[in-house]
């Protein structure tokens, strides 16, 4: 019997920097899809939950590389960690002629194992790290898969793939074929994360020197990995000329320019109220929209 079931495609929102509006237009595509799954891929300042307010149905601990222990009852007071760590990750508390305490400080500790290894008594554990959780919750736009990265832990970029891989693996098995992504800003570890595999990318910036430098990269990028990206301008209004520059070099590098987005007050008032800016009547809900059915996706 022959398979039925939409392919699931994947956007993945992303931006050079950090303030362009990425979070709160994903939040409004959200909406304005049919029956999405939806995924907060900014692992290390996730926010998307502000938004979308979330009812978490599962948790789930996530752990990633290891971390060295020292259990005081079995440790001889040798120093031999201290001598061999080299990111100075031991630390030794106390000292009294022939007695010394020591311990690991876990934000400084690299998971090297060094230290497990020189350990003439073999009194250093070595664990899997505890880097954070991620969660399934149920929004009013459909099911939502988010995480948060512990203070200090590394691997988001490990934490971006699970977030996603759960997510896709919901959307097949209730037969929903779009999976909106607020990917994180830059285009370091966690967007190549949020962006390898994906159908299409939607790239926000804004009308500044900083938004045009960091628009290139991030083009850049999607190209790298042949992805098909689509470009909008946010705050269009507050420098036409450089808005209008921006298009022309997103076109000139290949990407499909959707269309702007003006400055629109009522966008800070949704997100005081906890709604997509399209959940209001403000200006820029229109553009949005109109942003919307530019990408062209078969839902």
């Not at 938004?51 to 120093?79: M, N, T, W, Y």
Request: proline letters at 5%; one cysteine or more; a negative charge.
């Amino acid at each position: 019997m022959t398979d039925r079931r939409p392919a699931v495609q994947e956007l993945t929102v992303i931006s050079g920097k950090g303030g362009t509006g990425k979070t709160s237009i994903a939040a409004s595509l959200a909406v304005l899809a049919e029956r999405p799954v939806i995924v907060d891929c900014d692992v290390d300042a996730a926010d998307l939950h502000l938004v979308l307010s979330p009812q978490v149905k599962e948790r789930h601990e996530f752990k990633s590389g290891h971390e060295a222990v020292i259990r005081g009852k079995d440790c001889i007071g040798c120093g031999l960690c201290v001598t061999h760590c080299r990111f100075d990750a031991v630390k030794m508390v106390e000292k009294t002629p022939g007695e010394a305490t020591f311990y690991v400080d876990p934000v400084a500790c690299e998971g090297c194992g060094v230290c497990v290894r020189f350990c003439p008594v073999q009194a250093i554990d070595f664990p899997e790290r505890l880097c954070g959780e991620w969660m399934v919750s149920e929004t009013r736009c459909g099911p939502m898969v988010h995480a948060k990265l512990g203070v200090a832990a590394e691997n988001s970029g490990k934490l971006v793939s699970t977030v996603r891989r759960e997510a896709r693996r919901i959307a097949e098995e209730q037969h929903r074929s779009l999976v909106i992504i607020d990917g994180p800003p830059g285009i370091g570890c966690p967007v190549i994360a949020s962006v390898t595999g994906a159908s299409q990318v939607l790239v926000v910036t804004e009308p500044t020197v900083s938004g045009e430098h960091d628009l290139e990269r991030v083009l850049s990028l999607a190209r790298h990995f042949s992805i098909p990206a689509t470009v909008c301008v946010n705050k269009w209004d507050i420098n036409p000329a450089m808005a209008e520059r921006i298009e022309g070099a997103a076109s000139r590098a290949g990407a499909h320019v959707a269309g702007r987005i003006r400055y629109d007050r009522a966008v800070t008032s949704a997100q005081l109220q906890e709604l997509a800016v399209v959940e209001t009547a403000g200006p820029a809900a229109a553009d949005i929209r109109h942003i919307w059915h530019q990408l062209k996706l078969q839902e």
